[in-house]
């Protein structure tokens, strides 16, 4: 049985420090712990409730062990970050990266702070084979509960995610995403291996950041508004990147 | 002065059913409520907050009239349907569409239920001078307030947005997103406009619509990953669609 002190435990998985403190993560939901699992991450323990189970018979008897047990709604409602949570909890280690591997592709976020969009970065990415991620300082935590239910399982397949800067980024063609830039089609990589800087929800690439990069690219507008989400934007340019650019270079 | 009576009305146009039989929705955030205010909206009142109005000072004095004022912080809170309140908010009439003009491109939504999925969409599709969305009944409320919060103004500038019928769209060609479907790169536009069908977050697009398809379209995994959001995913293909299949048919 979970005890009480258990379950505090869990809840104050929440927060940031407390993750930090005990290299823990909340993972929730079918697909994502499902990902988890597949990806044999260090998971420490798994929680469901008597609705999920019988929706779900199936994965639950393959994953029941001493470690992984049934709670009641109400515990689950008091131990999960999710509004509306899906009725299936994992307790999972973070994980522990060595040195960022500087011959890989790389996607750069300047300050993202919007925790769907950084999950939503992460599983995007991934769908296009980036699995190196550097963040500035001020960028959400990517083991917010929130940027893991948006990533759908991401974070288990990737080989980098941290704090770096612009510039560990030598002999890499530096492309930032800005609505000031060249159009997307006239991108030019000029070295064998590319970083893409996104930048903020609210005020784009920081300004500090620009003399660094070799070419500013943008998507064309062909209607109105103001921008793209950070997220769609990312995926369009990688999507030109990876399967257009590199095709036909 | 705002009335408790108002407050009441305003807090309770988070509903749908108040908003439908009022006409009314809720627009909130600086950007929002200036997309309205461009497009001559037909906004009943805007309130703000002192703290808001004190860094937005400018703009404040362009709203101030007999039916813009200033409220409370804890008012503010009390009738804003955000957890984070921008301190900007604006009772807009919603409004009326006239018949969904069929010599347009189209974005079909199918049981698009993720309130922030829609406003993405809609923001995206803004961007690519798609102004008309049909919906299949079951989609999520696009007047629902963090519908509109994600979609930065978007309601503002489209033609037409309503339920529709899969079977509206003769001579049309009428593509389907799905991860099973032929790359985009083989899409084929075989008459003067089209309609582009996105399905729910969790099923995709339902099966009883896919007869009705002219192509099923697919955007190339290159990494790993179930699936891409949908806002995502409906992003590169309409990319697609408008800046490069028409360029070079």
Redesign the interface.
């Known amino acids: 049985m979970v005890s009480q002190n258990q379950m505090k435990r869990i809840r104050s998985l929440s927060q940031k420090k407390i993750r930090e403190v005990h290299e823990l993560f909340i993972v929730e939901g079918l697909?994502s712990v499902s990902?988890a699992l597949n990806a044999k991450a260090p998971i420490k323990s798994i929680l469901w409730t008597k609705e999920f189970s019988q929706k779900n018979a199936h994965f639950i008897k393959t994953i029941s062990t001493d470690q992984n047990e049934a709670i009641s709604t109400t515990e689950m409602k008091h131990i999960s970050p999710a509004s509306t949570p899906p009725g299936l909890l994992a307790v999972c280690k973070i994980p522990t990266f060595k040195t960022p591997k500087m011959n890989r592709n790389f996607i750069f976020l300047d300050h993202v702070s919007d925790p769907?969009n950084m999950g939503?970065i992460l599983?995007?990415?991934?769908?296009?084979?980036?699995?190196n991620i550097a963040l500035s300082e001020g960028c959400i935590d990517p083991f917010n509960p929130k940027v893991v239910r948006?990533a759908?399982?991401?974070h288990f397949?990737l080989s980098w995610i941290g704090t770096m800067h612009i510039n560990d980024f030598k002999d890499y063609t530096i492309l930032g995403a800005d609505h000031q830039g060249d159009s997307i089609?006239s991108v030019k990589i000029i070295s064998n291996k590319w970083v893409l800087v996104m930048g903020s929800e609210a005020h784009g690439i920081n300004e500090n950041l620009k003399p660094s990069m070799n070419q500013l690219v943008a998507?064309?507008?062909?209607?109105?508004?103001?921008?793209?989400?950070v997220?769609?934007?990312m995926?369009?340019l990688l999507?030109h990147l990876?399967?257009e650019a590199l095709v036909s270079p």
Chains 1, 2 share one sequence.
């Open positions: 697909r990902e769907g939503t599983r995007t990415a991934l769908w296009f084979g980036i699995q948006g759908m399982g991401a397949h089609q998507i064309p507008k062909i209607g109105s508004g103001d921008s793209l989400n997220g769609v934007a995926g369009i999507h990876t399967a």
